[in-house]
């Protein structure tokens, strides 16, 4: 038996096992955005550093002001080349609980149509993922001793926060840090059956908004008719966003977006892409936003402003005849091509002010800033990893860009000069940032085999 | 001394152990509008039914589908005039509860500038205020050991969450209820030392709406700009329901609207109402809604459209790139003159659907639907009513209009045929509906012998 196959057969055997660690860290509730859950963050940071210890790797965990990163190195042959493996363990929040079928930290396996699915927050996103790539190096290492890259790691517990450690980490660690090659999982297949890699990325600025208007609420009897309204600002903030031609208003947020090429539509085109099974699935019918582009063509190509959520008055049940003294909500841009995201929020800012009376105030609250980014497709471990899942998947690897924002790529890049090779297992319903998030067993188990492959590809160069 | 010296003087020197029963009143948690304060609501009701009978009225407590009426007889001499007293048990909720200076449900005194003032969520709207006729009646009784008019009381505890009992309640006790004149203690007073006679109402429509977008909560990566996204949808309804010039752009919303009569307006302007104070009390400088109106003028003579509640997506700490599968509003809309709530709700549900995508749904909730009501200036009991108040506080009476508004009045006068003599002692900075709200103790004592003198005052003719 050559070398990758007794590695690829030690993952098989594995599997139960491999299953029962990831559900240990599963069980972690790392949620990055609530500060409560701080402690839990701390503890799945560390149960990782100890995995990657017992693993054979020098692996620590790094404070921050933020949540801890974890580092780990492990030695590879002379002359092979070094990758950095990038993941995150941090989740988004569970809200709302009473639509989950089991608790979302108690994961569990059920079996869906005669395949096996990982269930709970964090399978797909990004726990299940990084796993896949920890796995892969543990195969390795049991069936022969050593990994065939120099293999450093980084993981991370605030992507689900917009990351504000990790620009500082890189500039402090980033001769620790730099390798030939960034590989992150954090990605979709194009289909179950399907692997990918994701050449394009959308970038994304987000910014909370929080409308002043009266000093206290108010009656809306004694003061309605008369006092200005929170609710009412905020309401023609949110709905100028938008012209009737679903394009974004701010001034110049079109600058830097350029025409997806030919070649590439094409490729898109193949894909074969239902519209109607897409927004089908989520109970929707027609696409929205700009007039003229497909479902695919918004989410791979085209920038967007989105409101994630809006506040303000009496929410609770029943009413009250309230003018709230305050009005909040977040917004967010995904961008695409040279959009600056420093330049989108100025203008978002810009448009929020122009529909703010004299007497009333906003306060801004920033979160992420990334800019879009884009491979080579000239790569050649583009090449050496989309050979390897072809034959893992014994289907070619589909090229494809991705609606969603990896700031981390970018960060690579432009810090450490490094190229970021984009491979996933999930699926676009995992229901990740949703209740029942789930995760495939097939994306877990031939996740694992795709990176024994793909560490194998790459260092035969 | 006349009767009404000795009944007065029993007022004041009843006066703490007065405030005493107040707050035991206070102390009971009637948010009527939450049905986990239910079983407070019924205790209030309770705690009346107790103090009224002990105070020889033959009261009972009357089970509705909501929670129950209050309604206690006492008889009046041969030819006295028959009054049907109304005032309502229950609150407002208290939430933000961080913004209270003090427990809302544990009352207390405080003194400000000189003056003391009651402090907790129903000392002025409307616990304290019902409390003066309660008292009131105490004292003539305790002097004189009768009351000078036949008098019926009516307390709800339904009249913060639109009275949907009510109605069906005059409906079946009509006879029992039915009486000359009603008079209704939940208005405000002109200012600190001058009583008012509010002589017109606004009406209300309210409704909630919620928005269906997709069938569950949606990746903005993966989904934005191709899902429809409902707090956008919801934007545009709630932003679109007035033009640039501050007005209502439902259909018909103005039918019914009439200007103000020319003496009225005279009448208001001799009130030396500051614009400036009124707005600058709450942090405001300018009249916000339709342009061309004073803000008195709007309060008091135009309708409105309010948003007094909106939600949607991820509303918790940090940020969630979530396109919610649902956001929803609380709408108001203030009434005067002839406009008809039902045909005003309607126009809204045709403005709600003409901003709605075909694959997206909307719900509706309905609350409260009342006409706007207006007093006959000639009605004798208006006279006498404004004589004995000033008597009282030395100052004529102010005869107001109110932006409230207090359904039961235009009840009174469908159901029963009876006109309402609002009379209340409220102020427009006791915070109503707000954290931290108040009523000077002024308020309560010299109320309370308010009502002292207009009960002698009617039975004078």
Redesign the interface.
Known sequence: MSDIETVLSTVDSNLDASIERLFDLLRIESI????AYAGECEKAGQWLVDTLNDLGFDASLHHTEGHPMVVAHHDGPDGAPHVLFYGHYDV??V?PLD?WDTHPFQPDIIEVNGAKRLRGRGTSDDKGQLMTFVEACRSWKEATGALPCKVTILFEGEE???SPSLLPFLAAHGEELKADLALVCDTNMWDASTPAIATAL?G?A?E?IVVH?????????????????P??I???I?????NDKGRVTLDGFYEGVAPVPDDIRAMWDELGFSETE??GD?????????VG?S??E??WS???A???????????????????AI????V?F?LVGEQDPHKVIAAFHKHVETHL????SVEYIP??RSKATQLDYALPALKQASTALTEEWGKPAALIA????IPIVGNFKRELGMDSLLVGFGL?ED?????NEKYELASYHKGTRSWVRILQALADG
């Open positions: 990055s955005t609530d500060p988004q929040p809200d639509l689900e926060s917009g959308r994304m987000s909370e208007g009266p000093s206290r609420d108010l009656h809306s009897g004694y003061y309605g008719g008369a006092a200005q309204n609710i009412h905020l309401s023609s949110l709905s100028a966003l938008h897409f927004l989520v109970g929707l019918k027609k696409t929205a936003g700009e582009y479902a695919l918004h989410i085209r920038p967007t989105e409101v994630n959520g809006v506040i303000g008055g009496y929410t609770g049940k029943g009413f009250k005849t309230v003018i709230p009005a909040s909500a977040k967010s995904r009376p004299d007497d009333c979160h992420g991705m609606g969603g924002s676009a229901n990740i940032h949703s209740p």
